[in-house]
């Protein structure tokens, strides 16, 4: 699938969380887990897919997903059905974190998207999140407000904090733009 700009929002598309899937307990190795997630976004959209994942500590481990057409124009009522591998990482204090593998990309992702009848990740779909099409200085006046909003973090042991001092670097930056 080529890389298009799409005028959809990730936050908005179905998609599928590996965390979820964590919590859910999915990642247990040498048994073959099945389940059904639902997704309920904006605008009162619900969708649904089931998914069999096999987890195997030394092999390839992967997931075959389910999910009814993401299109409105495809004729079919028919589930559509793909195959997502699976990485490991070990994680710093032991432990492993999963992730999926983009069919498109190959790299590792966290959330996969269905979307146009496809599960890819955002950078594939062309999906973009809703807090990167805020205007910079909206952007500025936010980041701001935030880090001006606690009294107490300004003064440590009678000298300013780093934390107030990025605070009077981006407010002198926004004053600066607003002239």
Known sequence: MPKETSCAKADDVPHIDTELLNRKGCFQPYEAKTGMVTWEGSRNVRFGFTFEMHISPHGASYMFVSFPPTSPFLPTKE????????????????????????????????ILYFYRDNILCRKCHGLWYRSQTVERLACLDRKVEKLGAEERWRYYKGRSTRRYKSYLKWKERLDRIEK
Not at 82 to 87: A, D, F, I, M, Q
Not at 98 to 106: G, Y
Request: net charge positive; charged share 20%; proline share 6%.
């Open 79 to 110: 589930l559509l059905s793909r195959t997502v591998s699976l990485l490991p990482t070990n994680c710093r204090y032991g432990g492993v974190r999963w992730w999926f593998q983009c069919p498109h990309c190959l790299k590792r992702a966290r």
